[in-house]
């Protein structure tokens, strides 16, 4: 599986050029940062959370990890948790469980990104399978989802 035909669909009918960057199955961003020999910072993650009985994508540089706390209160939510796979699998039917594009719009679900990827001028991520990633322009991807900014994350130790 590639790049899923969903988010290529979108991309194409919204005239964005991206690049499509193919690398060994692997299963985190880390792994992805270090396969394709770019700065973790640089590579967004898609964590799925259920706030309040609804589901979110919080994306995040590869080298953060979320802040339950100020996720909760960036989400205006009295409840957070990680979201199952079994609460999300049937939202992302052409993805790979754990390889989701970061464009909640596509799937009716909010997008809140952390203010430090705000840095970069590309956002590489997850495109829906696990051997490749897509790249393309920040500021094309924050047209496109139009998502909440705030700061939630803290670096990993």
Excluded: W
């Excluded at 979110?56 to 009295?78: C, E, N, S, W, Y």
């Excluded at 809140?112 to 590489?124: A, F, N, P, T, Y």
């Amino acid at each position: 599986m590639s790049v899923s035909e969903k988010l290529a669909h979108f991309l194409e009918e919204q005239h964005v050029p991206y690049v499509t960057i193919p690398h060994p199955r692997v299963f985190t961003a880390q792994e992805i940062a270090a396969s394709i020999h770019v700065p973790g910072q640089e590579v967004a993650k898609t964590v799925i959370v259920r706030g309040d009985e609804k589901l979110f994508m919080a994306v995040l540089p590869a080298t953060r990890r979320i802040d339950a706390g100020l996720l909760r209160k960036a989400l205006g939510v009295q409840h957070l948790r990680l979201a199952t796979e079994a609460e999300f699998v049937d939202v992302f039917p052409e993805c790979e469980v754990g390889a989701m594009p970061p464009f909640g719009n596509l799937y009716r679900i909010p997008v809140v990104v952390d203010e430090s990827l705000k840095k970069d001028r590309e956002i590489v991520f997850n495109a829906g399978s696990h051997t490749e990633t897509v790249k393309l322009a920040f500021d094309e991807f924050v047209e496109l989802v139009k998502p909440l900014f705030a700061s939630f994350t803290e670096r990993k130790v």
